[in-house]
């Protein structure tokens, strides 16, 4: 068996049974648009304080949230321009809905785990 933390190493969840490990970190973050296989699910932990510079959108796919430790705003930004707004309590798993714009502020403490279909993942800044 082989054990190691999704802080560091990510995995990728293949669709057909497979998993596949690798290096994590701000070097990954670099190369992600270079990685084809960050197209599919990724699963990591990652952990923050402050607010999102950025709202991230996946139009692909769902994105599973876990908020494992500390505590954070999350707000959500519908198709037809509703906003719903969370404040998790930790052990709290939130969906993200496909094509929905989500962004994390007022974090402290913040340790997450993420699962992630990628596919198209995009960003705009904080108006």
Same mark, same amino acid.
């Given at each position: &068996? ?5 802080? %560091? +190493?990510?995995?990728?969840?293949? *669709?057909? *049974?497979?998993?596949?490990?690798? !290096?994590? =970190? ?6 992600? =648009?270079? %990685? !084809? ?8 932990? =990652? ?11 996946? !139009?692909e *796919?769902?994105?599973? #949230?876990?908020?494992?430790e500390?505590s #954070?705003?999350? @707000? ?6 509703? +906003?719903?707004?969370?404040? !998790? ?5 939130i ?9 994390a502020e007022?974090? +402290?403490g913040?340790? &997450?785990?993420?699962? @992630?279909?990628g596919?198209? @993942? @995009?960003? +705009?800044p904080?108006?």
């Amino acid at each position: &068996m082989t054990t190691f933390d999704l802080e %560091n +190493r990510y995995l990728f969840i293949d *669709g057909v *049974g497979g998993v596949k490990a690798t !290096p994590g =970190g701000a070097a990954f973050w670099r190369t992600v =648009g270079e %990685n !084809p296989d960050a197209a599919g699910t990724l699963v990591t932990v =990652g952990t923050g304080e402050g607010d999102w510079p950025h709202w991230e959108m996946h !139009p692909e *796919g769902e994105e599973v #949230l876990v908020l494992l430790e500390g505590s #954070l705003h999350l @707000t959500f930004e519908h198709p037809d321009g509703r +906003r719903e707004s969370f404040d !998790p309590e930790p052990g709290a798993t939130i969906i993200v809905p496909r094509g929905v714009w989500h962004r994390a502020e007022r974090q +402290r403490g913040v340790r &997450m785990l993420f699962i @992630t279909f990628g596919a198209g @993942t @995009t960003h +705009r800044p904080v108006a």
